[in-house]
């Protein structure tokens, strides 16, 4: 029997903690998706992305007991062993957790976030084909401003 489909959830983040362990590019981009959707965001980092929006930063590298309070998790570090540190506290304490470089870590998967006249879709494939998740991101984007 092959891999089930993911199930899409779509949750309240307003004034919810999130805590995302890394600085760079893909952090960068998580925390501009989280933002939209109200998420009181804490970066933990020694450094920053230079474009990251105001965001409560801790500049510092991760430490166990950094989850605390939060309702999500992301790990988004160069470092594959922090990464999963990150996803062994937030299974520890039941706090869903996206890890950048490893799918098989993660517990929700960050989507292609598509946003329109008060409709929200996200898009996430299998992992084999990123370009075809963009793809398809892309054109439901249109579509949705299309319909404003």
């Known amino acids: 029997m092959g891999q089930f489909p993911r199930f899409p959830l779509f949750v309240d983040l307003t004034e ?15 925390v501009k998706t989280l933002l939209q959707f109200g998420a009181q965001v804490v970066v933990i980092s ?3 992305h230079p474009n990251m929006p105001p965001v409560t930063h801790i500049p510092r590298p991760y430490r166990p007991g950094d989850l605390d309070g939060a309702t999500l998790a992301v790990a988004a570090t160069d470092c594959p062993e922090t990464n999963h540190q990150v996803a062994q506290e937030a299974n520890a304490r039941s706090i869903p957790v996206s890890v950048a470089d490893d799918p098989s870590a993660c517990t929700f998967f960050f989507p292609a976030v598509c946003l329109g006249e008060g409709l929200v879709a ?4 299998d992992g084999s084909d990123h370009a075809r998740t963009a793809h398809t991101a892309q054109q439901i984007r249109a579509l949705l401003e299309d319909s404003i």
């Not at 996200?122 to 494939?125: L, N, T």
């Open 16 to 30: 919810k903690r999130v805590v995302l362990v890394g600085g760079g590019n893909i952090a960068l981009r998580r």
């Open 46 to 48: 020694p450094t920053l």
């Open 122 to 125: 996200g898009v996430v494939g």
